[in-house]
């Protein structure tokens, strides 16, 4: 069992940033990697960033060098910092935990880019 819940979400005017967290507990199986989702009105979900239990970090083209995820280990909990947020990053973000056994989601949360 693997319990993700994010937070962070919410409005914010084009320029502007957000730090996404994913809180991770009730951990049972190793976790290989961490990632970021997105999904916009009538658009498939995409892949934004992941972290590896190893510390490899990739992103997707249309965020890169505005995003960046990391993690805090003692608090068990990963991050996203957005800068230069645009209106076409607006979606709900979701956490993903991969594991050995199979895939972990989170509820989701609301970001919304908008004057």
């Known amino acids: 069992q693997v319990q993700l819940v994010e937070s962070g979400g919410g409005l914010v005017q084009p320029g502007g940033s957000l730090r996404l967290s994913c809180a991770v507990s009730?951990?049972?199986?190793?976790?290989?990697?961490m990632g970021w989702y997105r999904q916009a009105p009538g658009k498939q979900r995409e892949l934004v960033a992941t972290?590896?239990?190893?510390?490899?970090?990739n992103y997707a083209d249309s965020v890169k060098g505005r995003f960046t995820i990391s993690r805090d280990n003692a608090k068990n909990t990963v991050f996203l910092q957005m800068n230069s947020l645009q209106p076409e990053d607006t979606a709900v973000y979701y956490c993903?935990?991969?594991?050995?056994?199979?895939?972990?989601w989170g509820q989701g949360t609301q970001v919304t880019v908008s004057s």
């Open positions: 009730r951990s049972i199986f190793v976790i290989n990697a």
């Open positions: 993903n935990a991969d594991t050995t056994y199979r895939p972990f």
């Open positions: 972290l590896t239990s190893g510390g490899n970090t």
